[in-house]
């Protein structure tokens, strides 16, 4: 994810400029299923170490501060997602950051995702860019940088008691990732297919058992979602669990939603999880950058309130638990109007936060009193 206002038209640019299909939402309402149990109850905090250096203070429902991680345990999350900048301008999100916040996370008995963007700022279906200092590497090279890269952190992580329970090879990675050699041109995927090939291998070196994860924000439609997913299958790519992002302002309805996911896990037979979702719990804006999502009531029907945010963030639970997903994590969820944490790495003091109304803390850092994660 990142917070950028033009992030859905320059997905769709680059979209099309892979493969002409038509980003059609699908139609009947979600017929009832057995419960499933969602086992990954997720938080991407990659913000908050820089938050919490600049003093911010977090507070749980009854207005008692406390640590954001032992806050978001209690209602209910069980998981915690990271991402990896090769080497950000910031100096936030790198390896010795992450490493940094490793200890801290499993130390509160929670699981871990690495999430590897492979470049120094924010990769998303828009842009993938290149790390400066690969920026002159073919795809031969980029193999290999691949490989190294995704190794160390994870054998870093490993060697001091850290493992990563599971690694993302790449950020939404719709139209492929590490432009231009790696990204998807006229269908073909070969570039593509060895670039994940490098990451599953490093991965899989370093520690058996860690899952690899290989994300899209293609929750829009099938037809997308099956483009990318039979595209690097036909290569001979390996993936443990397949993973999306949702929006509903993005990617439409949860019966759609719900179709999506029904149909990659059957047709790939891999779990299915939600890495990203948010919901605003207000149309006001904290600082001087705009927010990503305005309005009151963005989607669903929800107001942008606590109430409404709680509520749909419910809902995206229920509909991946009903479609069969392991899992859901919101993203930035602790990402409060903290000035001096902007959102572009380049300018992290210069810039403001595009996303204070969609975290889950306010803007004096008290938790949504009706949020939970649900197994």
């Known amino acids: 994810m990142t917070p950028y206002r033009s992030r859905l038209r320059a997905w769709a640019v680059a979209f099309l400029a892979a493969v002409a299909l038509p980003a059609t939402l699908l139609g009947p309402p979600a017929p009832a299923a057995a419960a499933n149990t969602l086992t990954m109850l997720g938080a991407d905090v990659s913000s908050v170490q820089r938050s919490l250096d600049l003093g911010a203070r977090y507070y749980d429902a009854g207005g008692t501060a406390r640590d954001p991680l032992d806050i978001l345990k209690g209602v209910g999350v069980n998981y915690v997602r990271l991402r990896v900048w090769n080497n950000p301008a910031s100096g936030w999100n790198n390896k010795a950051k992450v490493l940094a916040y490793a200890k801290t996370v499993k130390a509160k008995g929670l699981k871990l995702m690495i999430d590897f963007h492979y470049s120094d700022t924010w990769a998303d279906p828009g842009k993938q860019y290149k790390p400066a200092a690969w920026a002159n ?37 719709n139209v492929g990732m590490l432009w231009n050699d790696g990204k998807v041109v006229n269908n073909d995927f070969t570039n593509l297919s060895l670039l ?15 899952q690899v994860i290989i994300h899209t924000a293609n929750s829009d439609s099938m037809d997308h979602a099956r483009w990318f997913y039979d595209g690097i299958r036909a290569k001979g790519v390996q993936w443990d669990l397949t993973a999306l992002s949702y929006y509903c302002m993005w990617h439409g309805t949860l019966t759609n939603l719900y179709n999506v996911i029904t149909d990659v896990r059957s047709r790939y037979g891999k779990p299915v999880v939600l890495t990203e979702t948010a919901y605003p719990f207000t149309a006001a804006n904290a600082d001087n950058e705009a927010n990503a999502i305005n309005g009151g009531e963005p989607c669903a029907g929800h107001q942008a309130s606590w109430s409404g945010q709680a509520t749909e963030f419910s809902w995206v639970q229920d509909t991946a638990r009903n479609a069969g997903a392991i899992g859901v994590f919101y993203w930035e969820p602790t990402w409060y109007a903290v000035p ?6 380049a300018n992290i003091n210069g810039t403001g936060n595009q996303w204070d109304n969609m975290a889950i803390f306010n803007w ?12």
């Open 196 to 210: 994940l090939k490098a990451g599953y291998q490093a991965t899989k070196q370093c520690n058996g058992g860690t």
């Open 364 to 375: 004096t850092g008290r938790v949504n009193p009706s949020i939970r994660w649900r197994p």
């Open 137 to 173: 590497h073919g795809i031969g090279q980029l193999q290999t940088d691949v490989y190294n890269y995704t190794y160390d952190v994870c054998t870093s992580l490993r060697n001091q008691g850290t493992t990563p329970d599971s690694v993302q090879i790449g950020n939404e990675i």
């Open 340 to 345: 001096g944490n902007g959102w572009d790495p």
